[in-house]
């Protein structure tokens, strides 16, 4: 199993830009999740969702969209990067019952916006 | 939702065990302890769970006090390849979301 992966590894935009990251995970998760980490901080919750076809909003949500239209695809939006959007974004997935609430995260990716 | 205070950083030597502390006083009957990890340039990865007693695997053991108001991280033997971020969680939340705080950064001397 690869576990959860996250595409592109690194990315530079200009303000004003659009692009999607990719989240994938092989391992029939439920649950899956969006987080932002900015230097010397812990991880800030996007947006998340409990199945195919649903998304909620976390604790950052604005300025970001996300789609599930696959059970092991997680989209994250962005429509017009601005630079405070610059941070390393992690993806995460967990089973809707056991594990403890264990999370699985991706290697994260690594946005820049100019 | 629950807080949890950790301190800033800790630090230890190579081979000797680490105790990381976790205060969590308003910590609710039904919270879960869980503790991740975060290696340099990586995912968080997750360590132990606990919700009353104490509890062990294979990388670490977790310590509860009896009135669940504080929590300790056992590393029995640290490597250097410990060094990391280490995040006391309490939770689940609803649709078992986390909520990580800064974390308490290890260091492991050689």
Request: proline content about 6%.
């Amino acid at each position: 199993n690869a576990g959860v992966t996250q595409t592109p590894k690194f990315r530079v935009l200009k303000t004003g830009q659009s692009m999607t990251l990719l989240c994938a995970q092989d391992m029939n998760h439920e649950y899956m999740y969006w987080y932002r980490q900015d230097p010397g901080m812990g991880l800030r919750l996007i947006h998340y969702s409990v199945g195919e076809g649903t998304t909620a909003k976390g604790e950052v949500p604005d300025g970001y969209n996300v789609s599930r239209l696959k059970k092991q695809n997680f989209l994250l939006g962005l429509e017009s990067a601005a630079p405070s959007q610059t941070s390393v974004y992690f993806c995460a997935s967990r089973p809707l019952k056991g594990g403890g609430n264990e999370q699985f995260f991706g290697p994260g990716t690594r946005l820049t916006v100019l | 939702d629950a807080k949890t205070t950790q301190p800033n950083s800790m630090e230890s030597n190579e081979e000797e065990p680490v105790h990381l502390p976790c205060n969590h006083s308003t910590i609710s009957g039904t919270d879960y302890i869980h503790w991740y990890r975060q290696l340099p340039s990586q995912g968080p990865e997750y360590v132990i769970h606990g919700l009353t007693s104490n509890v062990n695997n294979r990388m670490a053991s977790l310590a509860i006090a009896e009135d669940r108001k504080s929590s300790t991280l056992i590393l029995h033997r640290a490597t250097l390849r410990d060094a990391a971020v280490y995040y006391c969680i309490l939770g689940p939340g609803a649709n078992s979301k986390l909520t990580f705080g800064k974390g308490i950064t290890l260091s492991v001397r050689p």
